[in-house]
Nanobody, 127 residues
């Protein structure tokens, strides 16, 4: 099993930036493809970004493409989500997730495929 702890959320003005981090423990980090999801009040959880086990491939939701960047540091068991040009519609609880069993270059975008989830970190963008 793997445990995930997110950090870096907070309150920021529209147009600003935040960097989320997720530290994994409990298992070999490179066995897991990683993803970021978010859930706004009254809405379903949605995919934001994903990265393959090797870190060679990433994929983004259209709503964040060009503004968000996901990366991983396998030596530190950490993934990051750099969020720039934030908009009020980015306000949500952001969750880090991990899934095993994929090929090393595969990015998983479906929440049902993820086995492990962090507790979430709140991101609030004021307009």
């Amino acid at each position: 099993q793997v445990q995930l702890i997110e950090s870096g959320g907070g309150l920021v003005q529209a147009g600003g930036s935040l960097r989320l981090s997720c530290v994994a423990s409990g298992d070999t980090f490179t066995r897991y493809a990683m993803g970021w999801f978010r859930q706004a009040p009254g809405k379903e959880r949605e995919f934001v970004a994903g990265i393959s086990m090797s870190g060679s491939h990433t994929y983004y939701a259209d709503s964040v493409k060009g503004r968000f960047t996901m990366s991983r540091d396998n030596a530190k068991n950490t993934v990051h989500l750099q969020m720039n040009s934030l908009k009020s519609e980015d306000t949500a609880v952001y969750y880090c997730a991990a899934t095993s069993g994929s090929l090393s270059i595969v990015v998983v975008t479906t929440s049902l495929r993820y086995n492990y989830w962090g507790q979430g970190t709140q991101v609030t963008v004021s307009s």
